[in-house]
């Protein structure tokens, strides 16, 4: 124990004060041998081979505590430092002849992999070859490790380790995974097959996809008898989830092998009704749900209603189940696929799973506030976990059940989204539960989901009329405007920003009183203060004396979430502009200068960026009352439409744009101003880059409206020219849908410029029609398709034309034409 606790405080200071530790390579070089050491020891277990039941990892192990500890101090200190040391030392213990060095290399590279990611990358394809060799070793406990070092790799490298080693990891574990007289083995195999397709590219998984099947439908045959004659489930319980992990990537390409699975699977859920195969019940419900989600409701309904009776039967049991039954969390995620697949005709069942959802999503977890006497008395092993308060006082919450309860809200936002009105009968009692949970500080993923069923909530209840809806609003607002000034993790307050912004575009002009607009006026004005203070901070860390690269990458990290919020407030800024138009500039004023701040020459492209998005905001959607800010916004506009950063380009160019199309006449000059440079920009050598190529389209988009709502200020005979050989538009489909609909305005009226003499540029505009529809620039509900489709079957009238124009498209883009031609 007191090797642990050494540990510890090594451990600990690599979390917390990682640079300073970096600097005494000569602690961490004497500590990594000693982590090595205690995962070394390991005891004889001539059972542990085909043990049915998963232990819990003993954490007061040696082993577990090595092993946890490396992988946190390699989290801390970062690969540059770690992996150098360690590297050595794995090589030699997986030479050793003792199995127990053998696994503890193997478990120590699984360990690694997260905090020595970029390094390990760099020589990932030796490590992978290395690996796969162990899972021949003669010992099980290390063919064991090597599945779980697989497994691991898979996750913390993917997609690039499935796009590298697909071929070689896929027949490897698929062999493993016949190991019979190996249960844990096979089962581990089965797992790290589970981790290697979750993230698996689905192109890359298909051509394997009939090897894979076979193998994972002979071993659930062979397991299932052993089920029957031995009881032993611990290979078919993963092999279960394989095939549901298989079918959830493979997806339509899953339907010629439906029926091969789908009996076997009923039947397991009608039969393992017994209390020690209720894990396998729950997977094995996981799996028909995922693999009809897979194929599709066409496929699927053969044995919808079959599914749907077990499920139901399952649940009128549910009130006998206990509160740590794992079927109850795998049946809730079960019903919310069920209802993705059916759609509104899940609505039925609705009355029979609402009950126990709303029962698991309202568990109240336990909490106490002890001294250490009684903290020592309650292990961790009933599920609690402890906040020291000092003065000998603890903060204890029991965690049983609050995974289930995250779960469970989240299904609750899952049914909001998919059956739209058909849940307006459960609005009412799912608001009161979710209100409350904005402040439910015990699990993010609950907060999350609160926020999240605010706005579909507010759609569910709109067939209820005006005065419904609006008492459900007057109930969320006040919570979630209080939820943005108070919520301490920026992910979750990411979510609550931009489902608060969702709620004031689905509720319109009015839905916030002079008190609101108050409070949201001096919380979105200190977060830009904060935003900026937090910038002042990360310089004053960059001059630190333990500054080194690791904590680059931590402040740029911190910089990301940063820029993520300012996004959210620029979100909110957006709903709030759209909704009440000019009237909310006075309110406005008091952020005025920090969003002013943000585009000064001297700050980071993202502050440019979106501090140059709310002005557009403010043309677009304050026009012509916006041009009293002109003086603000107008030559940064200008100015940044040939920025190095695209990003910025494009929200000065998309600025420029809307200028055109809602500016009133006191943004004329600037429009014949703007011009020449939004063409410098479009005619760069590099404009169509990947990274160039949306600021690229917003320009040439912006020209377009200049051409269209202010034509006295360009010369638009001489421009047009031009502008027609720079389309079509296919990144940014927004602006893609504004040119072509300009595009048919101009045929419609017979432009001359555009037709050309006697119809000569018919051949071209349809290769930019047929270009536009290959690459899914023009959705086929848009009216701007018909009025495509409508210019080419005129053209279809007149033969020779027709002839002449079709003649000049590649076989790719007749079809283009045709499929036009057909969809809309």
């Not at 050598?685 to 200049?706: L, Q, Y």
């Amino acid at each position: 124990m007191q090797r642990q606790l050494a540990l510890e405080v090594i451990v600990t200071l690599s979390e917390t004060a990682a640079a300073m530790l970096r600097k005494h390579t000569n602690i961490v070089a004497q500590t990594i041998p000693q982590m090595l050491a205690m995962m070394v020891d390991l005891e004889e277990d001539e059972d542990w081979a085909n043990a049915d039941e998963l232990e819990d990892d003993d954490f007061d192990s040696n082993a577990v505590a090595g092993e946890s500890a490396l992988d946190r101090m390699a989290c801390g200190l970062g690969g540059k430092l770690v992996l150098p040391m360690i590297k050595e030392h794995i090589m030699q213990m997986l030479q050793n002849p003792d199995w127990k060095y053998r696994h503890a290399g193997l478990m120590a590279l699984s360990a690694i992999g997260e905090g020595c990611h970029q390094q390990m990358e760099g020589i990932l394809n030796e490590i992978v070859n290395f690996v796969l060799l162990f899972l021949q070793d003669p010992h099980p406990r290390v063919r064991y490790a090597a599945c779980n070092a697989v497994g691991q790799m898979a996750t913390d490298f993917a997609p690039g380790f499935q796009k590298k080693f697909h071929e070689k990891v896929i027949a490897a574990l698929l062999q493993t995974m016949d190991d019979q007289g190996n249960q844990r083995v096979q089962a581990h195999a089965a797992a790290a097959l589970i981790n290697f397709t979750e993230d698996c590219p689905k192109s890359l998984l298909i051509p394997y996809l009939d090897n894979l099947v076979k193998h994972l439908h002979s071993i659930m045959v062979l397991k299932l008898q052993e089920l029957i004659q031995k009881g032993t489930k611990l290979v078919l319980e993963q092999v279960v989830t394989s095939i549901a992990s298989v079918a959830d990537t493979a997806e339509e390409k899953f339907v010629p092998y439906y029926d091969l699975f789908m009996p076997s699977l009923k039947h397991i859920v009608e039969n393992a009704v017994q209390k020690e195969l209720r894990l396998l019940r729950g997977k094995t419900i996981e799996c028909i749900s995922l693999i009809g989600l897979a194929v599709g409701k066409e496929k699927f309904m053969q044995d919808a209603s079959d599914v749907m009776q077990l499920l139901l039967k399952t649940q009128t049991d549910f009130s006998d189940m206990e509160d740590d039954d794992p079927q109850i969390s795998y049946m809730i995620s079960a019903w919310a696929r069920m209802c993705k697949i059916l759609g509104k005709e899940f609505q039925q069942y609705l009355p029979v799973v609402m009950g126990p959802l709303m029962k698991t999503a309202s568990i109240k977890p336990e909490v106490a506030l002890l001294d250490t006497q009684d903290m020592e008395n309650m292990s961790d092993d009933d599920g609690w976990e402890f906040v020291n308060l000092g003065d000998q006082q603890s903060f204890g919450i029991k965690t049983a059940g609050l995974e289930e309860k995250s779960t469970a809200c989240q299904m609750l936002v899952c049914y909001a989204k998919e059956l739209k009105e058909g849940f307006v009968e459960y609005t009412e009692q799912v608001v009161k539960l979710m209100v409350p949970l904005l402040k439910f500080y015990f699990h993010d993923g609950v907060r999350v989901a609160a926020a999240e069923s605010m706005p579909l909530l507010l759609e569910c209840a709109r067939v209820r009329g005006p005065e419904y809806l609006t008492q459900m609003w007057h109930f969320m607002c006040d919570a979630l405007i209080k939820a943005i000034g108070t919520e301490p993790d920026s992910d979750v307050l990411s979510e609550i920003m931009h489902s608060f912004a969702k709620c004031i575009e689905v509720m319109g002009d009015g839905c916030l009183n002079n008190e609101h607009f108050e409070e949201l006026g001096g919380i979105l004005k200190a977060k830009l203060e904060e935003h900026f203070k937090n910038q002042e901070l990360r310089q004053v860390k960059r001059q630190d004396e333990d500054y080194d690269e690791q904590v680059e990458e931590s402040l740029q990290d911190e910089d990301d979430n940063d820029v993520y919020i300012l996004t959210k407030v620029s979100d909110i800024l957006h709903s709030i502009f759209s909704s009440y138009k000019e009237k909310v500039l006075p309110w406005f004023e008091q952020l005025l200068p920090l969003i002013v701040n943000l585009i000064c020459p001297h700050r980071p492209w993202p502050d440019r960026q979106w501090g140059l998005c709310i002005f557009d905001d403010v043309i677009e959607h304050c026009s012509p009352a916006s041009f009293k800010y002109a003086e603000y916004f107008l030559r940064p506009m200008l100015q940044y439409v040939c920025d190095n950063s695209p990003e910025v380009r494009q929200a000065a160019a998309y600025g420029l744009g809307v200028m055109a199309q809602y500016g009133g006449d006191n943004y004329r000059p600037f429009c014949t101003e703007a011009l020449p440079l939004l063409v410098r920009v479009i005619q760069a050598a590099d404009s169509r880059t990947k990274e160039n190529v949306n600021a690229t389209e917003n320009c040439i988009s912006a020209v377009g409206k200049m051409m269209k709502f202010k034509p006295d200020c360009v010369n638009v005979d001489e421009v047009l020219p031009h502008w027609l050989s720079w389309l079509p538009l296919h990144e940014d489909k927004e602006e893609a849908v504004q040119t072509f609909g300009y595009l048919c305005d101009l045929i419609e009226s017979n432009h001359p410029v555009v037709l050309g003499p006697n119809n000569t540029n018919l051949p071209k505009i349809f290769k930019i029609i047929a270009d536009g529809e290959m690459h899914e620039a023009i959705k086929h509900e848009d009216p701007c398709a018909r009025r495509l489709a409508n210019v080419v079957r005129q053209v279809q009238t007149s033969g020779g034309l027709w002839t002449e124009c079709i003649g000049q498209l590649s076989p790719e883009q007749q079809g283009a034409i045709q499929g036009l031609l057909s969809s809309a």
